[in-house]
């Protein structure tokens, strides 16, 4: 990854936030200051553990969970946050 990339181009971010609300309205509450404010808090660590944290607890805001799985093969990296339930919905981001 070069230097001058960051890890969260904010640009795509807000791109990509409008492409989804023009197919799923959001309530009047969530902003583009929302996803800033995620983008800005997932920057503040480089630990995978706590970024993967971080990264549960913001998505809860707008994805209720109780259970979250990162599996990175190339990396050989696979972590588990929460209880599985009895039910599941698999997102591949």
């Known amino acids: 990854m070069s ?3 960051s890890l969260f181009d904010i640009s795509e971010i ?6 989804i609300s023009q197919q799923f309205p959001l309530d009047s ?8 404010e995620m983008a800005q808090i ?3 660590t480089l630990d995978l553990d706590h970024l993967l944290g ?3 607890t913001e998505l809860s805001r ?6 979250f799985r990162y599996i990175n093969p190339d990396l050989d990296i ?3 946050f929460g ?11």
């Open 3 to 5: 230097m001058s990339k």
């Open 14 to 19: 807000l791109d990509h936030r409008h492409q």
């Open 29 to 36: 509450h969530e902003s583009d200051l929302d996803l800033l």
């Open 42 to 44: 997932l920057q503040t």
């Open 54 to 56: 971080l990264f549960s």
């Open 62 to 67: 707008y994805v209720p969970h109780q259970f």
């Open 78 to 80: 696979e972590q588990e």
């Open 83 to 93: 209880h599985k339930a009895r039910y599941s919905c698999t997102y591949n981001l």
